[in-house]
């Protein structure tokens, strides 16, 4: 079992910058990869971006390129989301996941297989 605990998420005007954290705990020698999804009202959950472990090879959904950095600190088993020039349109729960498997379909929810309970992230126009 791995457990997922996202942190970081609030209020921030448009323009602003958020980071969020995922903390993984118990069989973190298991991941593979990881990665931020988010869902905003009204919408589906969507992919953000991904991070392999060991290697710390990342992937980004293409309209947040640029903007959006992901990260990891393997010493302290916690993956980062830097988010800079955030929009209204970023507003939504954000939620870190795991996957212990080599997926090539990295962008698709059911290639993860444990998940955070979200941090909600508003930003005001």
């Known amino acids: 079992q791995v457990q997922l605990v996202e942190s970081g998420g609030g209020l921030v005007q448009a323009g602003g910058s958020l980071r969020l954290s995922c903390a993984a705990t118990g069989r973190t020698a298991s991941i593979y990869r990881m990665g931020w999804f988010r869902q905003a009202p009204g919408k589906e959950r969507e992919f953000v971006t991904a991070?392999?472990?060991?290697?710390?090879?990342?992937a980004y959904a293409d309209s947040l390129k640029g903007r959006f950095t992901i990260s990891r600190d393997s010493a302290k088993n916690t993956m980062y989301l830097q988010m800079n020039s955030l929009k209204p349109d970023d507003t939504a729960v954000y939620y870190c996941?795991?996957?212990?498997?080599?997926?090539?379909?990295?962008?698709?929810?059911?290639?993860?297989?444990?998940w955070g309970q979200g941090t909600q992230v508003t930003v005001s126009s």
């Open positions: 991070i392999t472990w060991s290697l710390g090879r990342t």
């Open positions: 996941a795991a996957s212990l498997g080599a997926y090539s379909d990295y962008a698709r929810q059911y290639t993860y297989d444990y």
